[in-house]
């Protein structure tokens, strides 16, 4: 059965540097989104992409964050400079369609630690 | 905006003991409604789902849920539970036609001993 993966699982970094997460989604789907979930709490919503656009994203998606499908195969989470509270487990996922019926299947995630 | 609560943060059973979990939104609009599983150290993978029709939805391995819309509920039951059943449990919820945005609840981690 087809899987989402996530490279690399674990990413330490210092505060201040760049960070890149990789997700591969499933190799029909057409929606790409991350999701996030800080310790303790509940799983967030970061972003939707789709035919190479943002087409939703929360407020926690600020400037410092960007995503891309640099290639057909991979999609991509890009934190500009990390801070303390950018620490979490980042969980990518993707969906066939959008919207109505969809369901979304995740990733394993990547756990981002930043000291 | 949406929320969803899950009432259990942590439930402990014994094998064959009998399995609810709670899961409570709030949305005035249509809704789709997902019970998501983790297993330990395993990325989290879709138990069953609600889109419309019959209320009472059957998932993998032996897990339904009903949905109650009088009561903006979604509670995921299995009648015997097992010790491969110990896994962390997300209720999420995404309004019918507004968007893609999954909200989750805040899990609810169980332990099955063997």
């Known amino acids: 059965e087809p899987e989402v993966t996530q490279t690399p699982s674990h990413q330490v970094t210092q505060m201040g540097q760049e960070v890149i997460l990789r997700c591969v989604p499933i190799?029909?789907?057409?929606?790409f989104y991350w999701y996030r979930q800080i310790l303790g709490q509940k799983v967030e919503f970061l972003v939707s992409?789709?035919?190479?656009?943002?087409?939703?994203k929360s407020e926690i998606f600020d400037d410092q964050f960007s995503v891309e499908r640099p290639d057909g195969s991979n999609f991509t989470l890009k934190i500009r400079s990390t801070k303390l509270e950018d620490s979490a487990m980042y969980f990518c996922?993707?969906?066939?369609?959008?919207?109505?019926?969809?369901?979304?299947?995740f990733g394993p995630g990547t756990r981002l630690t930043v000291l | 905006a949406q929320s969803v609560s899950q009432h259990n943060h942590h439930v402990i059973l014994s094998e064959a003991a009998s399995l609810e979990l709670g899961c409570n939104y709030s949305?005035?609009?249509?809704?789709?409604l997902f019970w998501y599983v983790q297993y330990p150290g395993q990325h989290l993978q879709l138990l069953l789902k609600?889109?419309?029709?019959?209320?009472l939805v059957k998932g993998i391995k032996g897990f339904e849920a009903e949905f109650i819309k009088s009561k903006f509920s979604f509670n995921l039951r299995k009648p015997s539970v097992q010790w491969s059943d110990t896994a962390e449990y997300f209720c999420?919820?995404?309004?019918?036609?507004?968007?893609?945005?999954?909200?989750f609840g805040g899990g609810t981690r169980l332990m099955v001993k063997p």
């Open positions: 996922a993707s969906s066939e369609l959008g919207g109505g019926t969809d369901t979304q299947y």
């Open positions: 992409f789709y035919n190479n656009e943002i087409s939703e």
């Open positions: 949305y005035g609009g249509t809704v789709n």
């Open positions: 609600y889109f419309s029709g019959d209320p």
């Open positions: 190799s029909n789907h057409l929606y």
């Open positions: 999420a919820v995404r309004p019918r036609n507004a968007g893609n945005m999954l909200t």
